[in-house]
């Protein structure tokens, strides 16, 4: 009667504990997004759900009571069974006698063992899914009759440049740390972990060789010295196929500072036509200027709508709090484009002053990047 009721116990154990997969695989799993599916994976190979093997050790140790072992062997023999069942090894001959007195505890017995088997099957995903992820991406790459494109860099400018693009096949070549693999899995994009940057450059560049469609590389890793280094291996690269129709079809876009101006346009000078070179803070001042022109937010109250002139005494003020890479060029990109006109003497308009006023930490009267000349737009 004793181990009848035990039995009984257990199976409510286990059918508690088979709802609550259940409810988590079904919630997480099927009907979560992709970020809460992986986080769910993640923690189910933590061994959250290690308790199912902890809920067979009496079930084990009824058996082997009833074939007439001591209490402590019982004990001993039964996490021995858990070891078993941890690799999937069943084995009911040890408490066969008891399994054939109670149809209960037979019942709870091959229960336990279908939850054990799922609770593997769970945990081979977890552990197997990113990974065969990341494979079938790779292959889907390098077999891929559509435009490429491959991003060195993981940075936030270039995870938006991947998610809009959504014809091309792409991939993300990065020097990942932490979780950042993880979070480039949860938002679908393919990556490729590198440990340096040109270790990738030869393998990618033979796929350009057999591609008829076009291939391109963005280098935009957030470190000017990085692209450069990423440049002139590409271009050395170039140089040893010395193939004319891979020029036509590969195409670099390289992102970077004007400081390095110089380097960049010799680095394009000797690419084939390959490499083209963009001032990436410019594309920010250019982006700015044209969804924030400063017209936009005037009205009647500023501009003499009959002769489309900035009112004489109408101030127009801008504030740049900091004053680094980004800053600059806005400033000199404002500079160069929102000029406006006002009354003058006579018939004749002039030049409506702008005034800029910059907070910053640092002097840069001296900054030889803006003209090597603060005093052309100091007044």
């Known amino acids: 009667m004793i181990?009848?009721?035990?039995?009984?116990?257990v199976i409510v154990l286990l059918v508690i504990l088979s709802l609550y997969i259940l409810l988590n695989v079904v919630i997480n799993l099927l009907l979560g997004r992709r970020k809460k599916a992986i986080d769910f994976l993640r923690n189910f190979k933590k061994g959250?759900?290690?308790?199912?093997?902890?809920?067979?050790?009496?079930?084990?140790?009824?058996?082997?009571?009833?074939?007439?072992?001591?209490i402590l062997n019982s004990f001993f023999f039964s996490l021995k069974e858990i070891?078993?069942?941890?690799?999937?090894k069943y084995d009911t001959k040890s408490i066969e006698s008891l399994m054939q007195a109670s149809s209960i505890y037979n019942f709870a017995v091959y229960f336990n063992f279908v939850l054990v088997f799922v609770n593997a099957i769970l945990l081979v995903v977890s552990l197997t899914s990113q990974y065969l992820w990341c494979a079938m991406q790779s292959l889907t790459f390098k077999l891929s009759l559509r435009r490429r494109v491959v991003i060195f860099g993981n940075n936030q400018q270039n995870i938006n440049i991947y998610l809009s693009d959504k014809k091309a096949k792409k991939v993300l070549v990065g020097i990942l740390k932490d979780k950042e693999d993880v979070d480039l899995y949860a938002q679908k994009i393919a990556y490729k972990s590198v440990k340096d940057y040109c270790e990738?450059?030869?393998?990618?560049l033979n796929l350009?060789?057999?591609?008829?469609k076009e291939f391109i590389w963005i280098i935009n890793t957030g470190s000017d010295e990085t692209n450069i280094e990423i440049a002139k291996k590409l271009i050395n690269e170039l140089d040893t196929c010395n193939n004319k129709e891979l020029w036509q079809r590969f195409k670099a876009y390289v992102f970077g500072s004007p400081k390095y101006m110089d380097i960049y346009e010799d680095i394009m000078a000797d690419s084939h036509g390959c490499i083209s070179y963009y001032n990436k803070y410019q594309k920010i001042?250019?982006?700015?200027?044209?969804?924030?022109?400063?017209?936009?937010f005037m009205d009647e109250k500023q501009i003499d709508y009959s002769t489309s002139l900035i009112k004489p005494e109408v101030n127009i003020n801008v504030m740049l709090i900091g004053f680094?890479?980004?800053?600059?060029?806005?400033?000199?990109t404002s500079v160069a484009n929102n000029q406006f006109l006002t009354e003058g003497k006579g018939d004749e308009p002039k030049l409506k002053k702008v005034n800029y006023y910059i907070v910053d930490k640092q002097e840069k009267i001296d900054?030889?990047?803006l003209n090597h000349s603060y005093f052309r737009f100091e007044h």
Do not use: R
Request: net charge positive.
């Open 3 to 9: 181990y009848k009721i035990c039995s009984i116990v």
């Open 48 to 70: 959250g759900y290690a308790c199912i093997y902890f809920v067979s050790i009496p079930l084990f140790f009824m058996g082997y009571k009833y074939s007439g072992e001591t």
């Open 83 to 88: 070891v078993n069942l941890i690799v999937l």
């Open 200 to 204: 990738v450059i030869k393998g990618f």
């Open 208 to 212: 350009t060789k057999t591609s008829k």
């Open 285 to 296: 001042a250019m982006d700015f200027i044209d969804k924030y022109p400063f017209a936009k």
């Open 324 to 332: 680094g890479n980004t800053n600059q060029q806005l400033f000199l």
């Open 367 to 369: 900054n030889k990047n």
